[in-house]
C-alpha cells in the first residue's frame, strides 16, 4: 500500500499561485509515476498534470498549460504541482496518484493504483 497525503490548498485571489505537495509513505515510491486530477463541484474528475518516475516525461491538460508544472524530489517521496496565474474555474479539489508503471506517465484514472484524500484549492475572482 502507499498512502498519499496533499498539502498547499487554500484560497487565493485570481491570478496568484499555489503550490500542491503529495507526499508519499508505505511501500516504496520507487518507480511510481504520479500525477494530479481535479474534481470541481456538480463536474466530473479530470486529469490535471503527470509525470513519469524519472521526471523526465510530463504531460498536461490544455486548460493548465503554461500555468501549471509538474514536478518531484524521490528522495523526499514528494510530487509538487506549482500553479501560478491561477483563474476561479480552477477552483477544485485537487487529488494525487500514484500508478505503479512508472516508465511513462499516465492521464486516465484507471491507470492510478493509489489515491490521496484530495486538497481544496478556491480561486476567487
Known amino acids: 500500500q502507499v498512502q498519499l497525503v496533499e498539502s498547499g490548498g487554500g484560497l487565493v485571489q485570481a491570478g496568484g499561485s499555489l503550490r500542491l505537495s503529495c507526499a508519499a509513505s508505505?511501500?516504496?515510491?520507487?518507480?511510481?509515476?504520479m500525477g494530479w486530477f481535479r474534481q470541481a463541484p456538480g463536474k466530473e474528475r479530470e486529469f490535471v498534470a503527470a509525470?513519469?518516475?524519472?521526471?523526465?516525461?510530463?504531460n498536461y491538460a490544455d486548460s493548465v498549460k503554461a500555468r501549471f508544472t509538474i514536478s518531484r524530489d524521490n528522495a523526499k517521496n514528494t510530487v509538487y504541482l506549482q500553479m501560478n496565474s491561477l483563474k476561479p474555474e480552477d477552483t477544485a479539489v485537487y487529488y494525487c496518484?500514484?500508478?505503479?508503471?512508472?516508465?511513462?506517465?499516465?492521464?486516465?484514472?484507471?491507470?492510478?493504483?493509489?489515491w490521496g484524500q484530495g486538497t481544496q484549492v478556491t480561486v476567487s475572482s
Open positions: 509525470t513519469s518516475w524519472t521526471g523526465n516525461l510530463r
Open positions: 508505505g511501500r516504496t515510491f520507487v518507480g511510481y509515476a
Open positions: 496518484a500514484a500508478a505503479q508503471d512508472g516508465i511513462y506517465y499516465h492521464t486516465r484514472e484507471y491507470e492510478y493504483d493509489y
